[in-house]
């Protein structure tokens, strides 16, 4: 029984994905539930899981190709038999049956015993790839079980027949002074200047939509402070042991910063609002969005209520969402949503950077990088451990006023953390 493997629903709003990576090729027996191919939103990657056991026949979309929700972009038999079925249809057999039934076969296979013995070795995405280049299946080396040729093989072949026709007629122009002076005026005497053409994924493509709609459609604004990092530097070094003892976590800075944020939103409600048409939406509970980077790319997961968590349960599950993104597995849901974000570019190395809302959010704060730095302290000068921070605002519906004072509390809470304890 043929089987048809299909994009499922992924996600509110999503319509699109990208075939990321076949971890099944044409031929294959699975078993039920094993994932045949990575897809990827423009959110997160999803894995497309086998339906039923049986064997992946055709594969209809290869890795990078685009594919609509509901397409079909690969079909598998399901059953024991199924790998015999992948043959089309044909077996070594029943051939001989034909051959006595009929005195002109054998002239005829003899004509043709070649390509015979070849095609029950393609698959068919292959032939059809085969047809489109002029090719011959003995022209490819098959690299699927027992011999196959597969899609991707003959994609490899065409690609190395067009470098080679590229440098055949190259040969010619590199000989003549005109080709010489031009390649020695363009660079490096002896160098290969090379360019390389990438489709982008859906996710750059998103974030590059997102961050050109942040930029067209909103009033955007950002004002900076620094930060004395003293307190919280010792805070932790003093605990950090009976911390990690008891959560089997690292206390990091960025629990006391969304903490900050949270206490700092509840004084300051338009940073935790979003417009609607000709209407302000207020929300009484914060959900924070945490950027942090993976295998694709930069992602921000979202604390679900960061007002109710505690220090060790924002940083466990800040720790969960960075190896699930660096294995590539983030869901959808685990990026929907958020009322204001918190991007830390302190990581990377960063100085100072002016930070882009993330879209309908009012509100994105930047850390950066901790440096020791010469302070006035009463009146005497100190080194101290600072870091610069960076509140990026839609200034629609946030004053200048509420964005300049909602970051000179975050900036109070990080250097007296008691405050937290007392709420003040």
Known sequence: MSIDIKIPTVGESITEVEIGEWLKSEGDSVSKDEILAVIET????????????????????????????????????????????????????????????????????????ESEDQQPHVMPAAQKALDEAGMKADEV??????????????????????????????EPESESEPASSASNSSGVEGRQRQEEVRPMSLLRRKVAERLVSAQQTAALLTTFNEVDMSRVMRLRKTYQDAFVKKHSVKLGFMSFFVKAIVDALKMFPALNAEIQDKSIVYRNYQDIGVAVGGGKGLVVPVLRDADLMSLAEIELTIREFAEKAQQNRIKPEDLQGGTFTISNGGVYGSLLSTPIINPPQSGVLGMHSIQ???????????????????????????????AVSFLKHVKEVIEDPTRLLLEI
Do not use: F, W
């Open 42 to 113: 423009e959110k997160a990657t999803v894995e497309l899981p086998a339906p039923e056991d049986g064997t992946l026949g055709e594969i209809l979309k290869s890795a990078g190709e685009a594919a609509e929700v509901g397409e079909v972009i690969a079909r598998m038999t399901a059953g024991s038999g199924a790998e015999d079925s992948t043959d089309n249809g044909s077996t070594t057999e029943n051939q001989p049956d034909k051959q006595d039934s009929n005195q002109k076969e054998p002239e005829k296979s003899e004509g043709k015993s």
């Open 141 to 170: 080396e098959g690299t699927g079980p027992g011999g196959r040729v597969l899609k991707e093989d003959v994609l490899s072949a065409t690609k190395n027949s067009e470098s080679r026709d590229v440098e055949a007629k190259s």
């Open 372 to 402: 020791d730095r010469p302070v006035a302290e009463d009146g005497q000068v100190v080194i101290k451990p600072m870091m610069y921070v960076a509140l990026t605002y839609d200034h629609r519906i946030v004053d200048g006023k509420e």
